[in-house]
C-alpha cells in the first residue's frame, strides 16, 4: 500500500512565524507535489517537485518555498505566516508518468490555522 | 474561463437513485481524465480513471467526449456510502517540468439520503 505521511494533522500558527510542514512517501516516487484547499476553491497546486533538489511553481507559490534534499521526502515552508495562508495543505506523490493512470497519492492533510 | 468546471451541488438523492456528474475542461491538449473521491475531512482518493471508449467499475460508468471537451461520472443504485465530493481531474503530458500534473476541479457533493 502507498502510504503518504505529513507531519502534523493540526497545526496554529501566529502571523510572522516559519512554518515548516513535512511530507513522505514510501513508494520511491519521483513525483511529490504540494497544495492547498480551500472552500470554494479547490485544489490549488503550491509547489512541485519531479527530483531530488527539483522545484517547480505551481499555480500560488507567492509565500511559499520548498526543499527537497531527499527523494521520499518534501517539505513545505511558510517563511513569515499570515492569516491567508489558514488552509489545508495536501501533499501528494506519484510515479513520472511513462504509464497510464498516473495516480496521485494524497497525504492525509494538514490542517493550518495562522492566528 | 476555468480549465476544470464542475456543477458544484450538492446533489442531494435517496438511496437507489441514479445520478450523474458532468465536467468540462477548456485545454484540447488534456490527454489524461479522472474521476477522484473525497470524503468529508478526508484526502483525495482515485476513483476511476476515464478512457475515451468509455469505461464501467460496478455501479460507475465514466465517459469521455473530446470534440466536447466533456467528461461524465454516472451512478446507479446510490448508496449511502457513495456519499462525497468527486473532483473531475485532467492532465497534460507536458514533457520536462511538468509531468505527472494534475488539474482538478472544484468537485461536486453529494449526499445520498436514507
Known amino acids: 500500500d502507498v502510504k503518504v505521511t505529513q507531519s502534523s494533522r493540526y497545526l496554529v500558527k501566529r502571523t510572522g512565524e516559519k512554518v515548516f510542514l513535512e511530507c513522505v512517501q514510501d513508494m520511491d516516487h519521483e513525483n511529490m507535489f504540494w497544495y492547498r484547499q480551500d472552500p470554494g476553491l479547490g485544489l490549488r497546486l503550491i509547489y512541485f517537485s519531479y527530483d531530488v533538489k527539483m522545484k517547480e511553481k505551481g499555480d500560488i507559490p507567492e509565500g511559499y518555498s520548498v526543499s527537497r534534499e531527499k527523494k521520499e521526502r518534501f517539505s513545505l515552508i511558510l517563511e513569515s505566516a499570515s492569516t491567508n495562508q489558514t488552509s489545508m495543505y495536501l501533499c501528494a506523490s506519484s510515479k513520472l508518468p511513462t504509464h497510464f493512470p498516473n495516480e496521485q497519492f494524497f497525504g492525509p492533510g494538514t490542517r493550518l490555522t495562522v492566528l | 474561463r476555468k480549465e476544470v468546471e464542475q456543477d458544484p451541488g450538492p446533489f442531494n438523492v435517496p438511496e437507489g437513485a441514479t445520478v450523474a456528474f458532468n465536467c468540462t475542461y477548456s485545454n484540447s491538449a488534456s490527454q489524461s481524465f479522472f474521476w477522484y473521491r473525497q470524503d468529508c475531512r478526508k484526502e483525495p482518493k482515485l476513483l476511476m480513471s476515464v478512457y475515451s471508449s468509455g469505461n464501467e467499475d460496478g455501479r460507475f460508468t465514466a465517459q469521455l467526449n473530446r470534440a466536447s471537451q466533456y467528461i461524465s461520472l454516472l451512478i446507479r443504485d446510490s448508496k449511502l456510502s457513495d456519499s462525497a465530493t468527486y473532483l473531475c481531474?485532467?492532465?497534460?503530458?507536458?514533457?520536462?517540468?511538468?509531468?505527472?500534473?494534475?488539474?482538478f476541479g472544484k468537485g461536486t457533493k453529494l449526499s445520498v439520503k436514507p
Open positions: 481531474v485532467v492532465s497534460h503530458m507536458n514533457y520536462g517540468g511538468s509531468q505527472g500534473n494534475l488539474i
